[in-house]
């Protein structure tokens, strides 16, 4: 069954999504905008635990699963027993597990295929921090939160997005913001774009596109797709009246499904 996983799947690029420009020949590492980082055997592994519910397997399929992406048995093995160690895996009855961490990950690349959909009414969220005194950690955990959430800063401490997203602050960062909804004077479109640069966001997706449509071998089609889906999570989930032309979103998020449900069919037995 395994064997199969890797076949191409028939992507369509009907989104409106025009190819880049190449600037290298060997599109299996570097296309236009995007260089694919090398896979390691703990890349690979948390590509297949990642797209999979539920996030575990046992050494012999994780095993399988590499073999067919060029990455050998003990350098397997040995990414297994640095991963329990480093917290990212749990082990039981020979099953390996993904930590809570990782599980939270996994939460948020399955939020990332999510769009939001109905109107928009022109308002946008504004959260503007308050704090001061802050140690440095405390300071970046309220930038990755934000960050994640898909907002952008204006400037130092003040962030904003379109108001097109069930969203509140977690617990740990709500006593740090003042929130409040705008409707700004400027143009939306130039907002969207000085906060989000939303055209260069799509540049990558459609060289991304490309890259996972020519992969020649399953282990430069699993790192494509590994990087799309990152990619995905990096989506400003703009509303539609924000998205530059041929926006990639749509065929980025059906491409990831399509491999996705056929590596999961093909590894489940299903």
Same mark, same amino acid.
Do not use: C
């Given at each position: ?17 025009q190819?880049?420009?190449?600037v ?12 694919? *980082? ?5 890349s ?23 073999r ?27 099953v ?8 939270? *990950? ?56 379109p ?17 409040? *909804? ?10 969207a ?12 997706? *459609? ?14 089609r ?8 990152r ?11 924000l998205?530059?032309e041929?926006?990639p979103?749509g ?13 999961a069919?093909?590894?489940r037995?299903?």
């Amino acid at each position: 069954m395994i064997e199969h996983m890797f076949d191409r799947v028939n992507m369509r690029h009907d989104d409106g999504v025009q190819p880049g420009q190449d600037v290298e020949s060997h599109l299996g590492t570097h296309l236009g905008t995007v260089r694919l *980082r090398p896979l390691t055997a703990r890349s690979a592994i948390l590509s297949m635990l990642l797209g999979a519910h539920p996030p575990s397997a046992t050494v012999s399929e994780v095993v399988a699963f590499a073999r067919h992406v060029g990455i050998n048995d003990s350098a397997v093995r040995a990414a297994l027993t640095r991963m329990v160690g480093a917290g990212d895996l749990h082990r039981e009855n020979g099953v390996y597990t993904l930590s809570d961490r990782l599980i939270d *990950r996994q939460r948020r690349q399955d939020e990332a295929m999510q769009v939001p959909t109905g109107d928009w009414n022109g308002a946008w969220r504004v959260a503007a921090v308050i704090a001061t005194g802050k140690d440095p950690a405390t300071r970046l955990h309220l930038r990755r939160s934000m960050l994640g959430a898909h907002f952008g800063e204006l400037r130092e401490g003040v962030w904003m997005r379109p108001d097109n997203l069930a969203w509140s602050p977690a617990p740990e960062i709500a006593d740090d913001l003042e929130l409040l *909804r705008a409707r700004p004077d400027r143009n939306a479109v130039g907002l969207a774009h000085e906060l989000f640069q939303p055209q260069r966001w799509a540049a990558t997706g *459609r060289d991304l596109l490309r890259l996972a449509d020519r992969a020649p071998t399953p282990r430069e089609r699993l790192t494509a797709f590994a990087s799309i889906v990152r990619h995905l999570t990096h989506d400003p989930l703009l509303p539609e009246a924000l998205l530059p032309e041929d926006w990639p979103g749509g065929a980025l998020r059906r491409a990831y499904d399509a491999f996705r449900d056929e590596v999961a069919r093909e590894w489940r037995g299903g």
